[in-house]
């Protein structure tokens, strides 16, 4: 993700504590904690998708999907 959009739910996090968001800024902040979370899900998998586990004779298994 951006560095720009993490920036801007940051400050809608903490406008939020404050209590001046608008219902415009909730929508933004939702529809870019969505966006986040998916991406943080598929940067996941990803990483689970290359992940290997080695025995102690040296074998390489690939993590399988429960």
Same mark, same amino acid.
């Given at each position: 993700?951006?560095?720009?959009? !993490?920036?801007?739910?940051? $400050? $809608?996090?903490?406008?939020?504590?404050?209590?001046?968001?608008?219902?415009?800024?909730?929508?933004?902040?939702?529809? $870019?904690?969505?966006?986040? !979370?998916?991406?943080?899900? &598929?940067?996941?998998?990803?990483?689970?998708? &290359?992940?290997? !586990?080695?025995?102690?004779?040296? &074998?390489?298994?690939k993590l399988k999907k429960k």
């Amino acid at each position: 993700m951006e560095k720009e959009k !993490i920036e801007r739910i940051n $400050l $809608l996090a903490k406008k939020q504590k404050e209590g001046t968001l608008t219902s415009e800024e909730k929508e933004e902040q939702a529809r $870019l904690r969505k966006e986040y !979370i998916e991406e943080y899900k &598929n940067s996941l998998k990803v990483q689970l998708d &290359n992940t290997y !586990i080695v025995d102690e004779f040296g &074998n390489k298994t690939k993590l399988k999907k429960k």
